[in-house]
């Protein structure tokens, strides 16, 4: 984790040592009370519309929550989701507070990731960036190898687990029958009626992102960004993240990624880093607050 932080820090150095920073903080600057007020009823769409979706998957695996305690586990994952692997702090929760298991519960936690991470795919395979003729041929193949992969967990899990059978004391058996009984799940929600419940939702959720991204944009001076520039922009910001959410920090690595998008449509790495952090600074504030009354009450029942 220190060292993750380490890389993190040092990427965001770079990053705004390769701006104008006075200039990106002018911009920041010339944010309006309206185009954040705009942002945070954003945040609050997408922050609800995602909670549905996720009380909607674990009622699929039979993980039945009131609202009031879904959403302090919720809340808990959406305050960690920018450190790697930490919207896994809303399971983390779950197993404390309700005694669900952790490996079943993350599987609608990752149902979720890869429903965006699709949509992600599909827009930026649709919404070409200008000069990134690399950027298909770099989705299809990372569609085949994730399908490819796919299938071997589902086939494979029950090999998984009968393999550490009898050898339940050590952390290599727990690791792998937990990791079946994650696999178990994801079977289960890869049903044709979950997928087609859980993209819509997906689809709604990321569109008010976006949304707040070309607003604050707009906020920041740059009038002329479209909302498939936004798309693009943050959506390849986004699926980069998703990619290496697992190791990485968002901080740094969104910056980056999102202003070398904005310089593939004519604006320059200023103006790139402007809109990207203007946007992260608004739409985490924003989630922050929304966030941390839950997240609050549940450490505090987990420390009672």
Request: aromatic share 12%.
């Amino acid at each position: 984790m220190l060292l993750t932080l380490v890389f993190a820090l040092a990427l965001f150095a770079f990053v705004l040592s390769m701006s104008d920073l006075p200039r990106v903080l002018g911009r920041l600057r010339r944010l309006q009370a309206s185009a954040i007020l705009g942002a945070v009823a954003l945040a609050w769409a997408y922050w609800a519309l995602k909670a549905v979706q996720l009380k909607w998957l674990l009622g699929r695996l039979g993980i039945g929550l009131s609202w009031r305690s879904l959403l302090r586990a919720y809340a808990v994952g959406e305050l960690g989701v920018t450190l790697p692997t930490g919207v896994y702090m809303q399971n983390y929760v779950l197993r404390r507070q309700h005694g669900e298991d952790f490996a079943r519960s993350a599987a609608a936690t990752t149902a979720s990731t890869l429903s965006e991470t699709a949509l992600v795919a599909l827009l930026l395979f649709w919404l070409k960036i200008p000069g990134w003729q690399w950027m298909r041929p770099a989705l299809a193949g990372l569609t085949l190898l994730s399908l490819l992969l796919g299938a071997a967990v589902f086939h494979g899990y029950p090999r998984i687990a009968s393999l550490w059978r009898g050898r339940d004391g050590s952390f290599l058996a727990r690791l792998a029958q937990g990791f079946a009984r994650m696999s178990e799940a994801l079977r289960a929600l890869s049903s044709p009626v979950v997928v087609v419940s859980t993209l819509p939702l997906s689809s709604a959720y990321l569109a008010a992102l976006v949304g707040a991204f070309r607003l604050l944009a707009h906020g920041v001076g740059l009038a002329g960004v479209t909302f498939a520039q936004a798309a693009t922009i943050y959506g390849v910001s986004l699926g980069a993240a998703l990619l290496l959410g697992g190791v990485l920090s968002q901080w740094g690595l969104v910056e980056a990624v999102g202003s070398l998008a904005a310089q593939a449509w004519g604006y320059s790495f200023t103006q790139g880093l402007s809109m990207v952090l203007a946007f992260r600074l608004v739409w985490t504030g924003a989630i922050w607050l929304i966030s941390a009354p839950f997240a609050f009450g549940a450490w505090r029942r987990i420390a009672d």
